[in-house]
């Protein structure tokens, strides 16, 4: 935490303002995001063997998963893949197995038992893939566009409706109404459209970075000065280590 802290720290002024912290994350994230996409081929040419055929079958892949977790060959080439002989203290292998399946059945939209490279990528980094981002403006049209053009109004996006067609009053409203003419509407249009849209959720955007340093600094400024002492930092180290200012990856895959 200290090296973070003082690399995030632009002024050296031993405090950490909202926008040192949001730039700091920006930049995490951007890098993260960066690596993921440039590793994601190399990675999937060296699963794809059995046969090489441009596509990942998911034995490949479970090979890949139990060498990388130390089990040896032999395993490898006789394990059944309920594993009934592991032992106990490597359980946790199984889990991540398992969760490794479910995003498997996710990501393979062509084939429910090949992954092709872009699959594999919103497999591993689904926060870096542009399929997974077409999803969620898909999701986030399902919920909002109440007249079915494929666009947003402002009221759309800011007046939440119950079950009923029955519009709910929001005390949120006032920021969602400020938050769609100044992050979504570039261009003061007053309807969000799809590339609007995308450009609002994706993680690059510094948006995000904003918003979180905002909330960790609300949650970790403890004299109420607007900045985050070291100290500050240190007394709440889970909430920094769970965050990206610290953790990108796991952060990310916690929110995919």
Same mark, same amino acid.
């Given at each position: 935490?200290?090296?973070?802290?003082?690399?995030?720290?632009?002024?050296?002024?031993?405090?950490?303002?909202?926008?040192?912290?949001?730039?700091?994350?920006?930049?995490?994230?951007?890098?993260?995001?960066?690596?993921?996409?440039?590793?994601?081929?190399?990675?999937?040419?060296?699963?794809?063997?059995?046969?090489?055929?441009?596509?990942?079958?998911?034995?490949?892949?479970?090979?890949?998963?139990?060498?990388?977790?130390?089990?040896?060959?032999?395993?490898?080439?006789?394990?059944?893949?309920?594993?009934?002989?592991?032992?106990?203290?490597?359980?946790?292998?199984?889990?991540?197995?398992?969760?490794?399946?479910?995003?498997?059945?996710?990501?393979?939209?062509?084939?429910?038992?090949?992954?092709?490279?872009?699959?594999?990528?919103?497999?591993?980094?689904?926060?870096?893939?542009?399929?997974?981002?077409?999803?969620?403006?898909?999701?986030?049209?399902?919920?909002?566009?109440?007249?079915?053009?494929?666009?947003?109004?402002?009221?759309?996006?800011?007046?939440?409706?119950?079950?009923?067609?029955?519009?709910?009053?929001?005390?949120?409203?006032?920021?969602?109404?400020?938050?769609?003419?100044?992050?979504?509407?570039?261009?003061?249009?007053?309807?969000?459209?799809?590339?609007?849209?995308?450009?609002?959720?994706?993680?690059?955007?510094?948006?995000?970075?904003?918003? $979180?340093? $905002?909330?960790?600094?609300?949650?970790?400024?403890?004299?109420?000065?607007?900045?985050?002492?070291?100290?500050?930092?240190?007394?709440?180290?889970?909430?920094?280590?769970?965050?990206?200012?610290?953790?990108?990856?796991?952060?990310?895959?916690? $929110?995919?």
């Amino acid at each position: 935490l200290l090296i973070v802290f003082c690399r995030a720290d632009e002024d050296k002024d031993n405090l950490l303002a909202v926008h040192e912290l949001a730039d700091y994350i920006h930049k995490r994230t951007t890098d993260h995001i960066e690596e993921a996409m440039q590793e994601n081929y190399g990675l999937f040419m060296s699963i794809d063997v059995n046969p090489r055929n441009g596509v990942i079958s998911w034995r490949e892949y479970h090979e890949y998963f139990l060498q990388k977790h130390g089990l040896d060959s032999d395993y490898i080439k006789k394990h059944n893949e309920r594993h009934q002989d592991l032992k106990l203290q490597v359980m946790k292998i199984l889990k991540n197995i398992a969760r490794d399946r479910a995003s498997w059945s996710e990501a393979a939209k062509s084939d429910p038992d090949f992954l092709t490279l872009d699959e594999f990528l919103t497999f591993l980094h689904p926060e870096s893939s542009h399929s997974t981002l077409l999803t969620l403006v898909d999701d986030l049209l399902d919920k909002l566009d109440r007249d079915g053009d494929e666009m947003l109004t402002e009221d759309e996006f800011a007046v939440l409706q119950m079950s009923g067609g029955e519009e709910l009053v929001s005390q949120g409203e006032h920021r969602r109404r400020t938050e769609f003419r100044h992050l979504i509407d570039e261009d003061g249009n007053s309807v969000a459209d799809r590339t609007e849209l995308l450009k609002y959720i994706d993680p690059k955007n510094p948006r995000h970075a904003k918003e $979180e340093s $905002e909330t960790l600094v609300t949650l970790g400024d403890s004299n109420h000065d607007g900045k985050l002492s070291l100290d500050e930092i240190l007394a709440k180290m889970d909430l920094f280590l769970g965050s990206k200012m610290v953790d990108t990856a796991r952060s990310f895959h916690d $929110e995919f």
